[in-house]
Nanobody, 117 residues
Framework: QVQLVESGGGSVRAGGSLRLSCVAS????????LGWYRQAPGKQRELVAR???????DYAESVKGRFTISRDNAKNTVYLQMSGLKPEDTAVYYC???????????WGQGIQVTVSS
């Protein structure tokens, strides 16, 4: 079982930046998948950015060019650098990890990001 703990959320004005961090309870360097999702009020949870099993990154179209996912395997931590934030980025952001292809997707507790206009 993997435990994920997010930090770094908060409230910012449009155009601002935030960096989210997610610390995993175990080594992440060979995780099958690792990334960030978000859920806005009244909407379904959606992928924001992730690493796939090959280590390649994948982004939602709405955040391309503004958000960057990165990782520090030595610290068992994945980051989401968010720049050029928009009010529509307001959501609860979740870290997610799938250690092996046959395992479930584990979720963090979620962290609020609020962007005001």
């Amino acid at each position: 079982q993997v435990q994920l703990v997010e930090s770094g959320g908060g409230s910012v004005r449009a155009g601002g930046s935030l960096r989210l961090s997610c610390v995993a309870s175990g080594s992440i360097d060979r995780f099958h998948a690792l990334g960030w999702y978000r859920q806005a009020p009244g909407k379904q949870r959606e992928l924001v950015a992730r690493y796939d099993s090959s280590g390649s990154t994948d982004y939602a179209e709405s955040v391309k060019g503004r958000f960057t996912i990165s990782r520090d395997n030595a610290k068992n931590t994945v980051y989401l650098q968010m720049s050029g934030l928009k009010p529509e980025d307001t959501a609860v952001y979740y870290c997610a990890a799938k250690p092996r292809w046959y395992e479930q997707l584990y979720w963090g507790q979620g962290i609020q990001v609020t962007v005001s206009s």
